[in-house]
């Protein structure tokens, strides 16, 4: 296993039994907007993340544009986990997201230690949508 995970979604909601709920997750396989450029929202990040030997860690999330420009950095508060845990689970929104062109946008989820964790997600206009002259 990873020792970072990530899923990519609308929403992260925190229940009142301490339980996550994750909300429209977005498909490995791309996402069909009706026209580009839009914005989105609603966009979060899942991250599980084992912290080793219990250490305190700082979690970012970077979001590439498919031309490699920066469009989002954020990061996690501290995360000091207290034993037995060693995985840590939480949400970081990076709402609202605009999306100028269609193509790979390449998420990057790092913990301050260098580890890391990388993920694309495609935006393309469905059949008939409108998309921007290139």
Same mark, same amino acid.
């Given at each position: 296993?990873?020792?970072?995970?990530?899923?990519?979604?609308?929403?992260?909601? /925190?229940?009142?039994?301490?339980? !996550?709920?994750?909300?429209? #997750?977005?498909?490995?396989?791309?996402?069909?907007?009706?026209?580009?450029?839009?914005?989105?929202?609603?966009?979060? &990040?899942? &991250?599980?993340?084992?912290?080793?030997?219990?250490?305190?860690?700082?979690?970012?999330?970077?979001?590439? /544009?498919?031309?490699? !420009?920066?469009? &989002?950095?954020?990061?996690?508060?501290? @995360?000091?986990? !207290?034993?037995?845990?060693?995985? #840590?689970?939480?949400?970081?929104? #990076?709402?609202?997201?605009? @999306?100028?062109?269609?193509?790979?946008?390449?998420?990057?989820?790092?913990? /301050? /230690?260098?580890?890391?964790? !990388?993920?694309?997600?495609?935006?393309? &206009?469905?059949?008939?949508?409108?998309?921007?002259?290139?």
């Amino acid at each position: 296993m990873n020792d970072i995970f990530a899923l990519l979604c609308e929403e992260v909601r /925190d229940e009142t039994q301490g339980s !996550k709920t994750i909300i429209g #997750v977005f498909p490995p396989n791309g996402v069909k907007l009706k026209r580009i450029p839009t914005i989105l929202p609603k966009f979060a &990040v899942f &991250v599980s993340s084992k912290v080793p030997d219990h250490k305190e860690v700082t979690i970012s999330v970077t979001i590439l /544009d498919p031309e490699g !420009k920066e469009l &989002v950095k954020v990061k996690s508060p501290r @995360i000091n986990p !207290k034993p037995p845990l060693r995985y #840590v689970y939480f949400a970081l929104n #990076v709402s609202p997201l605009q @999306i100028k062109q269609e193509g790979t946008y390449v998420v990057n989820i790092e913990r /301050d /230690d260098g580890v890391s964790f !990388k993920t694309n997600l495609d935006f393309k &206009v469905e059949s008939g949508g409108v998309s921007p002259k290139q």
